[in-house]
């Protein structure tokens, strides 16, 4: 971990980082022998034998906020209804991350990676159980357990798809014109298109809202495992305060990292992301969260709770990040039903853009009428 802080608001800052992260030497031949047996070891075919129900929460995590008998009560954010369920059943989809690898074919070998993530973020929030900051191995594996804890939901997998679909359909708003549509499939299929291919590309152009556009599988694992990678840096710099609170009842989500913006630093049409919110709070058991900040006077260290930061005004913020779920332990539902739950249908996303390039796409800037991402399916 760096000895400063750098200021990623700041150009400067940013390149002197991005400077000091590529000047990280390779790995060494041992090391480099271990991460080609770990990969041998994972990258498998699927067999029979292979986990196939997938935790975007793993349940080590859950299990920290649970009853005796590993039960939570799971609040639905869309009606605000109750149960309770086992961990094991809890923020688990079947083949979220299989996929299909050309060489391999199809496998579990993101889950098993994942795994391997999981397994050392234990380990890590262990130590803060004891009361230490963790430092070195310790803080990376921090570190990148909380930026795929942030990415392998399925609620950013819902808001990837939406994002392609805009993004394909964008493109698509130039083609309307029986001229441009021609001139661009001339260049694409390298021949002159026949009039039935034009009059299809402008009839698709001109309705947008009919059809929808999604990747495969394969390209939200993709982009899964290159946004954990490129966040990792960023959370790796940022300094570590643990807040202990007087009395246990601490909730979590779906969604469980909650971004922080001081109201003095927010922009008009400009979101909150992990680089540019000021603080990440997370909760990791039922009394104690941690705050990850760029302050270079705040020291690393276990703090009392102040008092504005009562468990109800945490709690508030963990239900609004929520997606669809609420996790609490049992005792703490009347907590939860104090609380203000997200708006049902609210959109997936907000763009800001003139009304001719409205492509109809599902969940941006109008309430979603498909609440879940796309399932898994075989073929490629």
Not at 71 to 81: F, I, Q, W, Y
Not at 110 to 121: F, P, S, T, W, Y
Not at 138 to 159: E, G, K, Q, Y
Request: net charge negative; charged share 30%.
């Amino acid at each position: 971990m760096p000895d400063e802080v750098l200021n990623l608001e700041d150009p400067e800052g940013i390149d002197a980082y991005e400077a000091m992260m590529q000047q990280k030497p390779p790995p060494t031949p041992k090391e480099q022998a271990q991460i080609d047996a770990f990969i041998s070891r994972v990258r498998k075919p699927l067999s029979p034998h292979d986990p196939r129900r997938h935790h975007f929460i793993p349940e080590f995590f859950l299990k920290r906020f649970s009853d005796a008998n590993e039960h939570l009560t799971v609040v639905k954010v869309s009606d605000g209804r109750s149960k309770s369920l086992h961990t094991s059943d809890i923020a688990v989809w079947k083949d979220l991350y299989t996929h299909i690898d050309e060489e391999v074919g199809e496998t579990v070998a993101v889950e098993k990676v994942l795994a391997e993530i999981d397994g050392l973020g234990a380990r890590a929030l262990h130590i803060i159980d004891f009361g230490i900051i963790p430092q070195a191995a310790d803080r990376a594996a921090l570190a990148t357990w909380i930026a795929f804890l942030a990415v392998r939901n399925p609620s950013t997998r819902r808001t990837m798809e939406a994002l392609f679909d805009q993004t394909y359909k964008l493109d698509l708003t130039l083609k309307r014109d029986p001229n441009a549509a021609r001139t661009w499939l001339r260049t694409t299929l390298e021949r002159e298109p026949t009039n039935d291919e034009v009059n299809d590309l402008v009839r698709a152009a001109n309705h947008l809202d009919q059809f929808e556009m999604t990747p495969h599988q394969n390209e939200f694992i993709r982009l899964m495992l290159d946004s954990g990678t490129a966040m990792y840096p960023h959370l790796l710099r940022r300094r570590l305060t643990a807040v202990r609170f007087p009395e246990r009842g601490l909730i979590l989500s779906d969604c469980p990292l909650v971004l922080y913006q001081a109201p003095e630093h927010r922009r008009p049409f400009r979101g909150v992301g992990i680089i540019n919110a000021d603080e990440l709070w997370l909760p990791i058991n039922r009394s104690t969260a941690f705050v990850l900040h760029s302050d270079p006077n705040r020291t690393e260290r276990f703090v009392n709770a102040p008092a504005h930061a009562t468990l109800d005004s945490v709690n508030q913020a963990i239900a609004l990040s929520a997606s669809a779920e609420i996790y609490c332990h049992p005792d703490d539902l009347d907590r939860v039903m104090r609380l203000q739950l997200p708006e049902q249908d609210r959109p997936l996303l907000n763009v800001m853009a003139d009304k001719q390039f409205d492509t109809g796409t599902d969940g941006i800037d109008r309430p979603p009428t498909r609440k879940q991402h796309h399932r898994y399916k075989k073929h490629k």
